[in-house]
């Protein structure tokens, strides 16, 4: 009986995940310029990946990303999921708000903040030159690209690991919180040793959910920047679309860079959750 | 004879001509004006075709669907219109082709990418149907190897200069008649000096649209006979190439647009409807668009002439695809589509550049904006024959283009020199014309 109730959901998923997944790898041993003739090329296609000049420069701007992204949203959702459970006054409000940016699809994310980071006529340079800052170019000085994304990417899913944590934080015995108040431990002691270490498990999801979803970033880096300026914000899953479906198609090396990212995330993710179970463990 | 004889005879004769136009398929189109007959329209009723299509202007999009619509009650047959955006045009069909998901129909600007998926129109059209459009776009709708026809043209476009009228006048600098690219940009400095605007040019950012200036230089990529012709012409596309990133390295044209958008198409449409540049380098097709749009005075104004002048060819396609289940029908449907006053309507309504023989010889009279359309016409009569031969590559223009656009990106970045990046993009031509060769 309990099989029955997950078929439906275990069809959907085999169908569109684990079987694509599968063809994927199989097609990534392959030369294929229209996903319908296939030439064997064994492991020909990996080893034009890592031949390519052009993974390295991507490998560097993915981990740049990954590495800032999940600090920073790590530390920032932390910080405003317990700001958040502090807060009385319209905190329905306030929690909306925060969620709102997870709730926008990534083209209008990418066309919003198109237009907000314009150089010329954006509010944030028109605000900044007001302010004496001079009118940077945030989408197409390298290094500006790259802070622009980050921090959209951590504006987009900022509301959904801080609510994640809210519910972590909901669940801390609140008779401990009260026990350490009246043993005259100060707010910042507080959460450093009791807040923080009970969050750990909750925190180490987050970590894992950032790391993938880092690895994972496209849909609004393509819209707001297309990989520019001078690909400093091409990441890795940009590589495999444009090897995938931009002309010329490589459906192969599309589908091995898609086997190497995934390697990836798995080998990160692993880590993580080994890594928290030692902690635990300790 | 008596009257009951000759019906019979009569009867007897249609039904013959009736038989034979079933057993063939379509009739040639010089058979029967491809009117279809009663047993392909008892075949059609109730089938269900889909056209993959993007548009340019919301004229184009209402014309087609009041179109579709007098088709569909013409044949019983329904036609599924997916409206795409051009931004992911390419990729998307051609995932929807290696997914077999492939549509019946597509209006297409890169026929080049299908022609192994297209069906040959001339089994159902006629071998001499292709002969009703002009020969220089029928090129790029001619299979390369069986020399049949995969498509049928359905616009002639030529690339070409808008100045914003209103900013010019206020500038006080007289609207050209004719120029070179030295005054193009001296006028353009002038006007944005004098309004205060962003920038004094724009161009799209598109391989293709700098071809023309290149053109204009005396400097092309591929010639007729499929051959590297950009060699011997470095020089002057250097020259061209280096006038154009100039402008954006100096901050006269939209950088951000240019390089903060990575490996994609972009346009600067919206920056020229903003009033943000008096200059605006993009094509006929725009014309409809910014007739809409526009909240002042515009106007098209002739290609500057250097060693040439005219414009750029370029155009839409119509295609039917080898996978449909019902091929007569579709292409029926893209006969439909190009016959002349389908053609007319659609040349008047959305201010395209006619590719019927009929239309060109008879000309189209557009019912606004016509001094625009006449300035592109003439300089689609002054467009260099050399202008064509890139079209002899049709697998490849795409990816030409593509490769200089990403190499000017480079030089604005000052990644790379002009001289470099014409070098790189010689080295790119051999290699993908020796992929032919294979």
């Known amino acids: 009986m309990p099989y029955l109730f997950v078929a439906p959901n275990m069809f959907i998923f085999l169908t569109f995940i684990i079987w694509p997944a599968i063809r994927g790898f199989q097609i990534s041993f392959y030369d294929s310029i229209d996903g319908r003739t296939f030439t064997p090329v064994g492991a020909g296609n990996y080893r034009a990946i890592f031949g390519d000049p052009t993974v390295a420069e991507v490998a560097k701007n993915t981990a740049i990303?990954?590495?800032?992204?999940?600090?920073?949203?790590?530390?920032?959702?932390?910080?405003?999921?317990?700001?958040?459970?502090?807060?009385?006054?319209?905190?329905?409000?306030?929690?909306?708000?925060?969620?709102?940016?997870?709730?926008?699809?990534?083209?209008?994310?990418?066309?919003?903040?198109?237009?907000?980071?314009?150089?010329?006529?954006?509010?944030?340079?028109?605000?900044?030159?007001?302010?004496?800052?001079?009118?940077?170019?945030?989408?197409?000085?390298?290094?500006?690209?790259?802070?622009?994304?980050?921090?959209?990417?951590?504006?987009?899913?900022?509301?959904?690991?801080?609510?994640?944590?809210?519910?972590?934080?909901?669940?801390?015995?609140?008779?401990?919180?009260?026990?350490?108040?009246?043993?005259?431990?100060?707010?910042?002691?507080?959460?450093?040793?009791?807040?923080?270490?009970?969050?750990?498990?909750?925190?180490?999801?987050?970590?894992?959910?950032?790391?993938?979803?880092?690895?994972q970033s496209f849909d609004f880096i393509y819209t707001l920047t297309g990989g520019g300026p001078f690909g400093a914000t091409t990441l890795i899953v940009q590589y495999i679309y444009d090897r995938a479906f931009q002309t010329p198609i490589q459906y192969g090396l599309g589908s091995a860079a898609g086997v190497v990212l995934f390697m990836i995330i798995f080998a990160f993710t692993a880590l993580n959750f080994l890594l928290g179970k030692k902690r635990q463990a300790i | 004879m008596n009257k009951s004889l000759r019906s019979k005879i009569a009867i007897a004769a249609s039904l013959v001509l009736s038989a034979g136009l079933v057993a063939t398929g379509l009739p040639s189109a010089q058979a029967a004006g491809l009117q279809p007959t009663a047993?392909?329209?008892?075949?059609?009723?109730?089938?269900?075709?889909?056209?993959?299509?993007?548009?340019?202007?919301?004229?184009?999009?209402?014309?087609?669907?009041?179109?579709?619509?007098?088709?569909?009650?013409?044949?019983?047959?329904?036609?599924?219109l997916d409206v795409i955006p051009f931004t992911n045009y390419d990729p998307t069909l051609q995932a929807r082709l290696a997914a077999g998901n492939a549509p019946d129909v597509a209006r297409l600007n890169n026929p080049g990418l299908y022609i192994n998926d297209s069906l040959d129109l001339e089994k159902y059209l006629g071998r001499k149907y292709k002969t009703e459009f002009l020969k220089g776009s029928t090129l790029q709708v001619t299979h390369p190897t069986t020399k049949k026809l995969i498509g049928v043209p359905y616009d002639l476009t030529v690339n070409g200069p808008f100045i914003n009228v209103e900013m010019f006048k206020e500038a006080g600098v007289a609207v050209p008649t004719s120029w070179n690219w030295t005054e193009l940009i001296a006028a353009g400095k002038k006007v944005q000096k004098a309004t205060g605007s962003e920038y004094a040019f724009a161009?799209?950012?598109?391989?293709?649209?700098?071809?023309?200036?290149?053109?204009?230089?005396?400097?092309?990529?591929?010639?007729?006979?499929?051959?590297?012709?950009?060699?011997?012409?470095?020089?002057?596309?250097?020259?061209?190439?280096?006038?154009?990133?100039?402008?954006?390295?100096?901050?006269l044209a939209p950088r951000d647009l240019w390089i903060g958008t990575g490996t994609?198409?972009?346009?600067?449409?919206?920056?020229?409807?903003?009033?943000?540049?008096?200059?605006f380098f993009s094509g006929n097709w725009q014309v409809a668009s910014l007739a809409k749009d526009a909240k002042f005075e515009f106007a098209a104004v002739p290609n500057p002439k250097e060693l040439n002048g005219g414009g750029w060819p370029g155009g839409k396609f119509l295609t039917a695809f080898n996978t449909s289940k019902t091929p007569d029908?579709?292409?029926?449907?893209?006969?439909?589509?190009?016959?002349?006053?389908?053609?007319?309507?659609?040349?008047?309504?959305?201010?395209?550049?006619?590719?019927?023989?009929d239309l060109v010889e008879k000309g189209v009279k557009y019912a606004t904006r016509s001094s625009d359309m006449a300035v592109f016409q003439a300089d689609a009569g002054k467009t260099p024959a050399a202008a064509y031969g890139i079209q002899s590559v049709p697998t490849l223009t795409a990816l030409i283009y593509n490769n200089l656009r990403d190499l000017m990106t480079d030089v604005m970045g000052g990644k790379i020199t002009v001289k470099e990046a014409i070098a790189k993009q010689i080295v790119f031509i051999d290699e993908k014309l020796a992929t032919l060769k294979k």
């Open chain 2, 39 to 80: 047993a392909q329209l008892s075949a059609w009723k109730g089938k269900t075709i889909s056209y993959y299509f993007y548009n340019d202007s919301q004229a184009e999009l209402d014309t087609t669907k009041s179109q579709i619509a007098a088709f569909e009650k013409l044949t019983g047959a329904t036609v599924k």
């Open chain 2, 203 to 251: 161009i799209d950012k598109t391989g293709h649209r700098v071809s023309t200036v290149m053109s204009h230089f005396g400097a092309y990529m591929v010639d007729k006979n499929k051959r590297n012709v950009l060699r011997s012409s470095k020089f002057r596309a250097e020259k061209a190439v280096k006038m154009i990133t100039d402008l954006y390295v100096a901050d």
């Open chain 1, 65 to 215: 990303y990954v590495i800032f992204y999940v600090i920073i949203s790590t530390v920032l959702s932390i910080a405003f999921a317990l700001i958040v459970n502090e807060q009385q006054f319209a905190k329905g409000f306030f929690r909306a708000i925060l969620f709102l940016p997870v709730m926008l699809s990534p083209v209008v994310v990418g066309l919003i903040w198109n237009d907000v980071l314009d150089r010329k006529v954006g509010p944030l340079n028109s605000l900044l030159e007001a302010l004496g800052g001079g009118s940077p170019g945030w989408l197409i000085e390298p290094k500006l690209g790259m802070i622009a994304v980050i921090f959209v990417g951590v504006w987009v899913h900022l509301g959904f690991y801080s609510i994640i944590l809210l519910a972590g934080l909901q669940g801390i015995d609140r008779s401990l919180l009260e026990a350490a108040a009246m043993d005259g431990a100060t707010r910042p002691q507080i959460i450093r040793t009791i807040i923080l270490p009970l969050l750990k498990p909750t925190t180490l999801v987050i970590l894992i959910l950032a790391t993938i979803h880092g690895f």
């Open chain 2, 329 to 357: 029908l579709a292409a029926y449907f893209v006969y439909y589509l190009a016959d002349t006053a389908q053609m007319e309507e659609m040349d008047k309504n959305a201010f395209w550049l006619p590719v019927r023989v």
């Open chain 2, 264 to 279: 994609k198409y972009s346009s600067p449409t919206a920056i020229f409807l903003g009033q943000q540049t008096p200059i």
